[in-house]
């Protein structure tokens, strides 16, 4: 499940970056966690009341929060697609599970 996942993420982020001249070289998976991971947590003060809702309601600000989840997940999955991680043995020993295939 996470190889496909993974898979429609890289061909929507091969897509896109071509479409606009992006260059994603091996700094560019690790900094686009980083910078999902920022917008996520900006999501969240704002939701929780730590900053500006800037007039959007809860229910607004709770779809940005799922909006940037969604970015930070599809980065994690071209992060460890790039470097070629086996996320389903990492998950089998930090989590202590067998994730779904």
Do not use: C
């Amino acid at each position: 499940m996470l190889d496909q996942l993974g898979s429609q993420f890289e061909a929507a982020s091969a897509g896109y970056a071509a479409a606009h001249g992006i260059e994603r070289d091996p700094d560019w998976f690790i900094l686009k966690m980083q910078e999902e991971m920022g917008e996520l947590t900006q999501a969240w003060n704002k939701l929780s009341g730590r900053g500006r809702s800037q007039g959007k309601s809860p229910d607004d600000l709770r779809t940005q929060m799922a909006d940037e989840t969604a970015d930070l997940l599809g980065h994690v999955l071209l992060f460890a697609q790039h470097h070629k991680l086996d996320l389903h043995a990492a998950i089998a020993r930090k989590w202590r599970f067998q994730p779904a295939l």
